[in-house]
Each structure stands twice: as structure tokens, then as C-alpha cells.
Nanobody
Framework: QVQLQESGPGLVKPSQTLSLTCTVS??????????WSWIRQPPGKGQEWMGA???????YYSPSLKSRTSISRDTSRNHFSLQLYSVTPEDTAVYFC????????????????????WGQGTQVTVSS
């Protein structure tokens, strides 16, 4: 059973960097041909795909967030991480990590239509 768990600070100050980690259990993040995404949902809005990292370490980013986003991984700890730079209150959202078993299902600009695995989500508020 594959499980994902987000972790990180719940409160970030404007202009700082938001950092989250998604720990995966039940599968290796390097398993062919999995891909692992970050998705967020601001209050009262729909979900927004932010980016992904593939089983081979390849990275993909939403064009709208590419300049402020970095996704990395630690294979020894079986987790992948998100960094969002220069945050503003508009970055306040519930942040989710998610996975798909076939990287080909991932549109490299918009993410996947469906995900096989989801974390429970973590609330991040950007406020001074």
C-alpha cells in the first residue's frame, strides 16, 4: 500500500521560501515509471498542479510557477521536496503531494488527469 505524507511549516512569512517534504512509503520513488507531483488548492479555488519529479529524477514545472519553484528528491530517505520562493499571501493553500504509476500520464505543463496516490494535504499560510 503506497502512502504519502506531507510535512513542513504551516506558517511562512511573505518573501520567504516555503519548503515542504513528501515522504513515500510502500514504494520507492525511483520505481519505473512513477512520477511524483506537488499540487495546491487555495481557499475557495480549484487545484493547481505545481510540478513533478520523475522516477529518473527529471523535473517538470507549471509554466506559471516555474520561476519560483524547485522540486528535488532524496532517494536515501525516499522523499521528494518542494521549495517555493518569494511567497506572498496568494500562496496560502493546502498543499498536496501525489503520484502516478506511469509518467506518460503526466502532461509536463499541467500534470495528470488523475493520480493514483495522494497525501492528506497540509495547510500553509503565508502571513506576517
Amino acid at each position: 500500500q503506497v502512502q504519502l505524507q506531507e510535512s513542513g511549516p504551516g506558517l511562512v512569512k511573505p518573501s520567504q521560501t516555503l519548503s515542504l517534504t513528501c515522504t513515500v512509503s510502500g514504494a520507492s520513488i525511483t520505481t519505473s515509471y512513477y512520477a511524483w507531483s506537488w499540487i495546491r488548492q487555495p481557499p475557495g479555488k480549484g487545484q493547481e498542479w505545481m510540478g513533478a519529479i520523475g522516477y529518473d529524477g527529471s523535473t517538470y514545472y507549471s509554466p506559471s510557477l516555474k520561476s519560483r519553484t524547485s522540486i528535488s528528491r532524496d532517494t536515501s530517505r525516499n522523499h521528494f521536496s518542494l521549495q517555493l520562493y518569494s511567497v506572498t499571501p496568494e500562496d496560502t493553500a493546502v498543499y498536496f503531494c501525489a503520484g502516478v504509476r506511469e509518467i506518460d500520464r503526466l502532461d509536463t505543463s499541467f500534470g495528470a488527469d488523475e493520480y493514483d496516490y495522494w497525501g492528506q494535504g497540509t495547510q500553509v499560510t503565508v502571513s506576517s
